[in-house]
């Protein structure tokens, strides 16, 4: 089975700190992303990975960085957290098909 | 401009009955599809597929139609149960080449299945 992780369940930050949020899978996915989900808006991709070091824009990357040094690692970062980013984080992951596996996501509140 | 719209934002059905969840898409380059359900404080777990070569695919109590002509395709469970309550999400892509590992998702339909 594969298994998507995520490093924190439930977060809460203070406007203007950093936050990283990290994402790791086991099942060696050249493909990885991030998604926010917020209620009536769906699952937007903020930023996506086809392989080590390489990264892509997705609809709404602004705010957001990431980083993958190791291929079963994708992180997402906040460089200074606002409140509009409180929100519903979830990770996945796919190989050479088009199926992508979810983490369990993070719950992040920005105070 | 959304190209997966699902318009029902929430659907209610009697536990028993027949669940069908609507979705639609505007880029003809899309010829794969999969349907994602989600529940609350959980990441989303795929549920079926369909590729443009079919019109219906089915997998135990669900199943899914195609309907390329009219950019159309539909979720349904039956017999639907109480389980079944959560956030049912369409998402579609081209099946291969260029953004073949990208997804575009619908805002989601929520089912709550009354016992």
């Known amino acids: 089975d594969v298994k998507v992780t995520q490093s924190s369940r439930y977060l809460v930050k203070r406007t203007g700190e950093k936050v990283f949020l990290e994402c790791v899978q086991d099942?060696?996915?050249?493909?990885m992303f991030w998604y926010r989900q917020d209620p009536g808006l769906g699952l937007r991709l903020i930023y996506f990975s086809y392989d080590v070091k390489m990264k892509e824009k997705g609809d709404i990357p602004e705010g957001y960085s990431v980083s993958r040094e190791k291929k079963e690692r994708f992180s997402l970062i906040l460089e200074s957290a606002s409140t509009n980013q409180t929100s519903m984080y979830l990770c996945a992951s796919s190989g050479p098909y088009n199926e992508q596996f979810f983490g369990p996501g993070t719950r992040l509140t920005v105070l | 401009d959304q190209q997966v719209k699902q318009n029902s934002p929430s659907l209610s059905v009697q536990e028993g009955r027949i669940s069908i969840l609507n979705c639609d898409y505007t880029n003809s380059m899309f010829d794969y599809f999969l349907w994602y359900k989600k529940y609350p404080a959980e990441g989303p777990t795929f549920l079926i597929s369909?590729?443009?070569?079919?019109d219906k695919n089915e997998d135990g109590r669900f199943t899914v139609f195609l309907n390329k002509s009219a950019k159309h395709l539909s979720l349904h469970i039956v017999p639907s149960q109480p389980g079944d309550s959560a956030v049912y999400f369409c998402a579609a892509s081209p099946y291969s080449g260029a953004g073949s590992y990208q997804l575009t998702f619908g805002k989601g339909t929520k089912l709550s299945v009354i016992p």
């Open positions: 099942m060696d996915h050249e493909n």
């Open positions: 369909i590729s443009s070569i079919k």
